[in-house]
T-cell receptor
Framework: DGGITQSPKYLFRKEGQNVTLSCEQN?????MYWYRQDPGQGLRLIYY???????QKGDIAEGYSVSREKKESFPLTVTSAQKNPTAFYLC???????????????FGAGTRLSVL | GQSLEQPSEVTAVEGAIVQINCTYQ??????LSWYQQHDGGAPTFLSY????GLEETGRFSSFLSRSDSYGYLLLQELQMKDSASYFC??????????FGKGTMLLVSP
């Protein structure tokens, strides 16, 4: 089955530690995205990538880093510089630049990150 | 900047019809999407409007008025499984979406 796989489902971070969230897709999509969701809040864009070896900052990129070395993979690192990392992190993918056409994003099941 | 406004919570009973409104202010606009998210789950795409008017997909319909910067999602014949959060999102044409804060729909028996 085609889809997006995020791992782990739950993750705990110690003070001063960097942690990496995995996101893999087998939909052959060009574009991939990382969102952060806090309780009662919408989805806020952290980083996105429209093509391999290229990515752009979203609205809340500070304290996060990404890489896009392969089309199917877009890992997110939450660095120690992110002082409030506790949140639900969602990865998504889409076919890419669509102009006026609908840009359907397909989401993974998410990773819930907590600070110890 | 971009901003989307939608009610934080809506309640309804099984079998009823409910409308979730969304108003937006964005620097660019190509279309309005709606996503459903069950508690703790992955958001899933429901519908998209690029032009004014109503789009119908089974029990769900979505409406857009570009001149009013306004859209809504209409859910008919409500079922308990429709209890979820619903997000409107603007497609500004750069392959990214800007999401609203979501409306939690509570369906009671």
């Amino acid at each position: 089955d085609g889809g997006i796989t995020q791992s782990p489902k739950y993750l705990f971070r110690k003070e001063g530690q960097n942690v990496t969230l995995s996101c893999e897709q087998n939909l052959n999509h060009d574009a991939m995205y990382w969102y952060r969701q806090d309780p009662g809040q919408g989805l806020r864009l952290i980083y996105y990538s429209q093509i391999v070896n290229d990515f752009q900052k979203g609205d809340i990129a500070e304290g996060y880093s990404v890489s896009r070395e392969k089309k199917e993979s877009f890992p997110l690192t939450v660095t120690s510089a992110q002082k409030n990392p506790t949140a639900f992190y969602l990865c998504a993918s889409s076919i890419g630049m669509t102009g006026r056409a609908k840009n359907i994003q397909y989401f993974g099941a998410g990773t819930r990150l907590s600070v110890l | 900047g971009q901003s989307l406004e939608q009610p934080s919570e809506v309640t309804a009973v099984e079998g009823a019809i409910v409308q979730i409104n969304c108003t937006y202010q964005t620097s660019g606009f190509y279309g309005l999407s709606w996503y459903q998210q069950h508690d703790g789950g992955a958001p899933t795409f429901l519908s998209y409007n690029a032009l004014d008017g109503l789009e119908e997909t089974g029990r769900f319909s979505s409406f857009l008025s570009r001149s009013d910067s306004y859209g809504y999602l209409l859910l008919q014949e409500l079922q308990m499984k429709d209890s979820a959060s619903y997000f409107c999102a603007v497609n500004s044409g750069y392959s990214t979406l800007t999401f609203g804060k979501g409306t939690m729909l509570l369906v009671s028996p």
